[in-house]
């Protein structure tokens, strides 16, 4: 009988709910679905290949499908950093003259881009009424481009209270939700709106000198998708 490898662990606290999460770093089956997911150059797979490597190595109770996708992409880069090691080669691109440049990324210098987190946000229809959303999971993110907003909004209303009582949002009819939605005033769209385009991501900024023209830049890069090779 072939023998078994003990793999190591380490935790992992989430951006969001401040909880700790016991994983394991990535195997050969791990890197080989990565390697898959990145020839496909297909957003919707990376997101969906990301969320399997990351359940694949968390050995504590936990849906990944239904974390946010700063929490998600935190994740997958702490078990990468603890996998391959904290440092990933990345080519930067001068914006004045196109020449390219070697570049190493510390996995654990990314830093969300604000501190506070309101991952549910209560929004005031009224004196009495409003709703507590939450942020899309990434499983809906990266469905974004084929879902219709309502569908979003709808996903991402948690709870609808009044003066009387809270009601539970996913146990309404999809019916009932719809007309819900569609009588909100003009005024509550544009702050379900705004909370959504002030979601937390993570990045991290780079300034370089480019060694050919000698021209000051400034790169953003965020998110697991640079990271998959």
Partial sequence: MLPKFETPTFKVTLKSSKKEYKCR????????????AAASDNY????ACCQQVCQNCLLDELNVENLTM???????????????????????ICGNCDATSPWEVNFNEFTLNRDDVDYEKKIA??????????????????????????????ACIKNVYTADEVIDFSEVSDEEAL?????????????????????PY????????????????QVYI???????G
């Fill in 25 to 36: 770093p990535f195997l050969v089956k791990e890197e080989k679905l990565l390697t898959m």
């Fill in 202 to 217: 993570l990045e991290k900024t780079i300034d370089y000198n480019c060694p050919k023209c000698k021209e000051d830049n």
């Fill in 125 to 154: 229809v009224n004196e009495e009424a409003g709703l507590i959303l939450r942020y899309p999971t990434s499983t809906l993110v990266s469905k974004i481009e084929e879902t219709d907003d309502l569908d979003i909004i709808r």
């Fill in 70 to 92: 700063f929490d998600l992409q935190w994740l997958f880069l702490q078990i990468k950093a603890k996998s391959v090691g904290e440092t990933h080669p990345f080519t930067l």
């Fill in 179 to 199: 007309e819900f939605i569609e009588g909100l005033p003009i005024q509550t769209l544009k702050d379900i709106r705004e909370y959504f385009e002030t979601m």
């Fill in 44 to 47: 919707q797979e990376m997101i």
């Fill in 222 to 228: 965020n998110g697991y998708e640079h990271f998959f």
